[in-house]
C-alpha cells in the first residue's frame, strides 16, 4: 500500500536556474552596498570562481550548497581585505539575503493542483532535495508534511542516506514510498535502491539516459496522480500475491 509521496524540488516543482541568476544578482546589489571592498574585487560572474575555491579548500562540504555559499562569500570577502570575524559576519547577512531570494521561485504549471490532489487523497507528502530551498518559504508549506535536505542530512543523493533517514523518521517501509523527482541518477536511480517507487519528471521531453528506468515518467506535473494511482494499484496487487 502506498502511503507516502515524496518530491524533489528544484526543476522538478519549478526551474531552479533563473531563480539561482536572481539571487545572484540581488546578492550582489547588497553586496554593493554593504560590502564595498569585495565588489572592489569581484564581478557578479567571478561567484562561479569563488564557489570552485571554497570546494577546492574544503572538499568536505560539497553535500551542503549552503555550506559552500558561506563559505565562498567568507573567502571572498577575506580576500577583498575584510579582517576574519567582520568577513565572518558579512558572510552571514549576505546569505541571509541570498536566501531569501533564492526562494522566489515561479512554481510550474499545475504543480500545486498536484500537490493539493495528492494531500486530499491522503497521502502523507514530503520533499527530498539536494538543494536548500525551504517549503514554507516557497508557499508550500501547507502541502508537505516533511522536509529533508543535503544540509541536515549530511550526504546528497543519490547517496541512500536521506531515503533511509525519510523512511526510519516517518516508519515507512521502501515498497510504501514513491519518489518524484527530474534527475535521472540523484533521484530515479537513487530512490530505486532504495527500493522506492519512482517517477520521473520529464518536462524537457528527454530520452531516458542509460541505466534502469523510472516505474512512470511525465511530461506535465498534472498526470503525476493518475500515475500514482497506477503504481498503487500495482503495489496493492503485490501485496497480495
Request: charge should be negative.
Amino acid at each position: 500500500m502506498i502511503k507516502c509521496i515524496t518530491f524533489d524540488l528544484d526543476d522538478t516543482l519549478w526551474a531552479v536556474d533563473p531563480v539561482i541568476v536572481e539571487a545572484n544578482k540581488t546578492l550582489y546589489s547588497w553586496l554593493s552596498e554593504n560590502a564595498e571592498l569585495f565588489v572592489k574585487c569581484y564581478q557578479l560572474r567571478d561567484f562561479e570562481h569563488l564557489k570552485c575555491k571554497a570546494l577546492e579548500h574544503f572538499p568536505e562540504i560539497g553535500h551542503s550548497v549552503t555550506l559552500i555559499r558561506l563559505k565562498q562569500l567568507e573567502m571572498g570577502l577575506l580576500d577583498a581585505g575584510y579582517p576574519p570575524e567582520q568577513a565572518e559576519a558579512l558572510a552571514h547577512q549576505a546569505f541571509e539575503v541570498f536566501i531569501e531570494a533564492r526562494n522566489q521561485v515561479e512554481l510550474f504549471e499545475h504543480a500545486r493542483t498536484m500537490l493539493e490532489q495528492l494531500k486530499q487523497a491522503g497521502y502523507l507528502i514530503g520533499a527530498l532535495s539536494n538543494g536548500n530551498a525551504d517549503v514554507n518559504r516557497v508557499g508550500l508549506g501547507d502541502l508537505f508534511d516533511f522536509a529533508l535536505n543535503a544540509d541536515g542530512v549530511g550526504k546528497e543523493k543519490p547517496h541512500p542516506l536521506m531515503f533511509e533517514r525519510m523512511l526510519h523518521e516517518n516508519h515507512l517501509r521502501p515498497e510504501q514510498v514513491i519518489h518524484i523527482g527530474d534527475n535521472p541518477h540523484h533521484d530515479i536511480a537513487g530512490a530505486k535502491n532504495a527500493g522506492l517507487w519512482t517517477i520521473w519528471v520529464n518536462l524537457a521531453q528527454l530520452e531516458w539516459p542509460e541505466g534502469d528506468p523510472a516505474d512512470h515518467s511525465v511530461t506535465c506535473l498534472s498526470d503525476i496522480p493518475d500515475k500514482v494511482a497506477d503504481i498503487a494499484v500495482l503495489s496493492d496487487h503485490r501485496a497480495t500475491l
